[in-house]
């Protein structure tokens, strides 16, 4: 029976992750003229050190130095203006009625608390979440199934009773690797594999019914 379920953040929550790929590919493209915008899609979940990594890699540049030039860029571009613009309503509807039917809901991002809690705020779905982990507080982010683990911990809720709602490769992995059951929201314009995943839609309340099967 599922007790706990644990949302990640961009691309669940929040349609972020296309805005975010877009401003990274047209930062990457100016120095490496070969890189498509699938294979910047495969870097959907990253965190800060997996990203910057990445951006040194592409660009064969130092990664501070890359990333740092990055971070100037990510200034001048015009993207998401709030994130109440583009929040996921069929999140919305999910976590409206795990909180109607009192299960445990618990938030995983890679991201900062600081950017978490703004992304939360504006997307107004804080009062949803009983627990958050951000990535400041994990030694090791997605992939590693720590973010999911720590979260049950808090609970004291046992793996199997567990579900993880993710969107990109590397948080099904985490998810796969901590031993829940794991729920994907596909995107239809992001090219990433969910096949790992136990179940996959477009539209999460569709999801409602596995979960209480489950």
Aim: hydrophobic share 35%; charged share 25%.
């Amino acid at each position: 029976m599922v007790k706990l379920v644990i949302f990640d953040l961009d691309g669940v929550i929040v349609d972020s992750e296309v805005k975010n790929k877009e401003r990274l590919y047209s930062f990457l493209v100016q120095y490496n003229p070969n890189i498509t915008f699938a294979d910047v899609c495969k870097t959907a979940g990253f965190g800060n050190t997996e990203t910057k990594k990445y951006v040194g890699e592409v660009t064969g540049m130092d990664a501070d130095e890359a990333y740092g030039l990055y971070g100037q860029f990510k200034k001048s571009w015009n993207g998401i203006k709030s994130y109440g613009d583009i929040v996921n309503q069929d999140a919305v509807e999910l976590l409206k009625w795990l909180k109607d039917n009192s299960y445990l809901i618990a938030l995983a991002s890679s991201s900062t608390r600081k950017k978490l809690n703004v992304k939360l705020s504006e997307s107004d779905t804080l009062q949803y979440f009983d627990y958050l982990v951000s990535a400041e507080e994990v030694e090791r982010g997605k992939p590693d199934p720590q973010m999911f683990l720590k979260a049950a911990e808090h609970f004291n809720v046992n793996v199997c009773n567990c579900v993880v709602i993710e969107d990109s490769p590397v948080g099904i992995e985490a998810g796969k690797r901590a031993g829940m059951t794991v729920i994907a929201r596909d995107n239809r314009i992001l090219p990433v594999d969910t096949s790992r995943a136990d179940y996959r839609t477009y539209d999460l309340k569709e999801a409602i019914p596995f979960i209480q099967n489950k």
